[in-house]
């Protein structure tokens, strides 16, 4: 890489991005950016269709033995690679520390407040429902909530379903969820699992391991029946129920309120996508809900959904994809009678009221040896209603979050130092790293094709818009070519932003003179799939096994290419506004470069020193989520990509 010597072309790149901000001619008209647009829905289209073709099937062998190896290695697989890869060893070794805090007293049961630690350092408050009779083994059932940011474990319905078990003999646990009640903070968002995820550890893992936690605590307690044990939660408790069962068999009894569905209808119906940890990346290449709620099989599951549900899950949606493809595994086993579904129709929308409970106390009945009846509901009195306060357990004030413990596993990591390029050791450095680049972004080459030219000219300037197409994708480009421009060198460009909001940078590329071919790669400006939640879509991309950042990157090699034989160019100038653009660039230029495509020379405008901004600037993964890629800052960092480009000259501006 060289910062020395510059071009009359990059010169012009130059003083382009340095002074784009001052004042300028209007000359590029608001419309020519419309027409360039790619047509409204297409990304979303394109994008949906490429993700279903990756959803995986569920594969049903023909012997209960075949299941059985088949469920055995799926379980493993998942936990692996999805639900604990990376995960530091002494989150996995360290026996949890439990601490058991105030008592509430009531007439007939006890409310023992607690906290646990998912993971050295990060605590879970929990509540402890327990009957005050001395009878023991008894069954005990883990309650989990949904997305009550503001009640959490102490939501009314939770508290009810928590109370009523206690009373009638039955152990009930609540563990706090992150972003919830007393684990409120917006420290806990759930999209910031990213942290961990970019550092390279499953960011899920905090979910699972919270779960699993509390599981311990429950089939631990000494009055706990091992062999009579229950899950249940409505919404993202639902979600919860639904991995947690899948995963370990402890459970006995399963019954999810909706909380899952596969993914093939929610990718087409751009609804119930979920939040990060319910589509964790890579998460479709071993397994989607289906393979999940077959792994139920052969315990009794009792799969509840709402018949007008505004949140998510209508049945209609979810059951072909959970009870009717999960029904043949239980036939297979036997156990074809374990497994039923019931729809709530009063209310019939989002929700844990009366009559979804019934129907969860008469499954415990059914499944717990118990006599019909058993399990009786009556309202909380004005002091069994507690306030959220009065549940809570108490936190250290360091308790750890995603963002601190993403942070202890950058510092511990270890990166080889970047060699000098004249160093003999570089080119064998440059091929491992760069190989090491494509097996984590998993970057793909793309050839574009012509489908549309259409003159857009006005005065002194050429203009052109081109619609691209490759074999999933197509983009939208806008090329300008002011008089006496050179025409073998071309400035392409690309933003965070989109084109549309780089307007003063081509306009004044046009007032230097400069050819320039400006385009959105996927999920940039107008080329933005499902514009109401687009990092929906982003983290389903992930989860497919695919890497958003390798499909930008992609584009932008495919698109530099296309330039060099369909506009006769021998010199391309790429410049890059923003984080997403300048990485994707980076990227494009490490790892795609090829002699035909012409590269050059790269200038970065808005590229931090180092991608642990996103970390200790609090980035969100909605608005950056390409640059989340899982592992990516374990290995590499802003200098790595730099020193990628030895050909290159590269420029850094503000």
Not at 242 to 252: G, M, N, P, Q, T
Request: glycine letters at 6%; proline letters at 7%.
């Amino acid at each position: 890489m060289t910062l020395i010597f510059l071009t009359r072309c990059s010169v012009l790149l130059f003083g382009v991005l340095a002074l784009a901000t001052m004042a300028h001619a209007d000359t590029i008209p608001a419309g020519w950016f419309d027409r360039t647009a790619l047509p409204a829905g297409l990304p979303t289209l394109e994008a949906q269709r490429f993700l279903l073709e990756r959803v995986p099937p569920l594969e049903l062998p023909d012997t209960q033995a075949a299941w059985e190896e088949q469920a055995a290695g799926l379980r493993c697989s998942l936990l692996q690679t999805i639900y604990l890869e990376g995960t530091p060893e002494s989150w996995l070794t360290s026996k949890p520390q439990l601490v058991w805090c105030d008592t509430i007293q009531h007439e007939d049961y006890t409310i023992r407040l607690l906290r646990y630690e998912a993971v050295p350092g990060l605590w879970i408050p929990a509540a402890l429902y327990e009957p005050l009779s001395e009878i023991a083994p008894i069954p005990a059932v883990l309650n989990v909530n949904g997305h009550s940011y503001d009640e959490g474990k102490a939501g009314e319905v939770e508290q009810i379903r928590c109370a009523t078990l206690a009373r009638n003999g039955i152990l009930a646990l609540h563990p706090e969820w992150f972003a919830c009640g007393e684990l409120g903070d917006d420290a806990y968002r759930h999209g910031n699992l990213a942290y961990l995820d970019v550092v390279g550890v499953r960011g899920v893992s905090l979910f699972y391991l919270a779960m699993k936690r509390a599981l311990d605590v429950l089939v631990d307690h000494p009055r706990t029946d091992p062999a009579r044990v229950a899950m249940t939660g409505l919404s993202g408790g639902g979600w919860q129920t639904a991995v947690l069962s899948a995963l370990d068999e402890r459970i006995s009894v399963i019954v999810p309120v909706a909380g899952h569905a596969g993914m093939k209808p929610r990718i087409e119906a751009l609804y119930d996508l979920g939040d990060l940890e319910q589509v964790p990346s890579d998460f479709l290449a071993t397994a989607d809900y289906t393979h999940l709620t077959a792994l139920f099989a052969p315990r009794p599951a009792l799969l509840i959904y709402n018949q007008r549900d505004p949140c998510c899950f209508l049945p209609e949606r979810a059951l072909p994809t959970t009870y009717d493809a999960a029904r043949p595994v239980y036939r297979l086993l036997n156990a074809e009678d374990k497994l039923a579904f019931y729809i709530n129709e009063l209310p019939g929308t989002h929700n844990y009221e009366e009559d979804n409970r019934v129907r969860l106390y008469r499954f415990l009945e059914d499944h717990f040896s118990l006599d019909r009846g058993t399990i009786r509901e009556q309202p909380l009195s004005e002091e069994e209603h507690h306030d959220k306060k009065e549940l809570y357990a108490g936190l250290p004030e360091n308790n750890a979050t995603f963002a601190s413990l993403a942070q202890e596993v950058l510092a511990t990591s270890t990166r080889p130092p970047v060699p000098e390029a004249t160093d003999p050791a570089f080119p064998a450095w440059l091929r491992d790293y760069r190989a090491l680049l494509a097996d984590i972004v998993r970057p793909r080459q793309m050839t574009f094709t012509t489908t549309v030219r259409q003159s857009l000219s006005d005065g002194d300037v050429q203009a052109f818009r081109y619609t691209l197409k490759s074999d999933n994708w197509t983009v939208g480009a806008l090329h300008l070519l002011p008089e006496h421009a050179d025409t073998g060198c071309i400035t392409l460009v690309i933003a965070d932003d989109g084109i549309r909001n780089a307007k003063e940078v081509l306009e004044k590329t046009v007032e230097m003179g400069s050819q320039t071919l400006a385009f959105d790669p996927l999920f940039f400006g107008d080329n933005m799939p499902y514009e109401q939640n687009p990092d929906a879509l982003a983290m389903v991309c992930d989860a497919t096994g695919e890497r958003l950042l390798g499909l930008q990157a992609g584009q932008i090699m495919g698109v530099s290419t296309w330039a060099t034989t369909a506009l006769h160019v021998d010199r391309i100038h790429l410049a890059c506004i923003g984080w997403n653009a300048a990485v994707a660039g980076l990227i494009a230029c490490a790892v795609l470069n090829r002699e035909d495509a012409a590269l050059t020379e790269l200038t970065l405008r808005e590229v931090p020193e180092s991608l642990g901004a996103l970390i200790t600037q609090d980035v969100k993964y909605d608005d950056k989520p390409a640059l989340f890629c899982y592992a990516f800052l374990k290995h590499f960092d802003i200098p790595h990509l730099l020193a990628w480009c030895p050909e290159m000259t590269v420029v850094r501006l503000p």
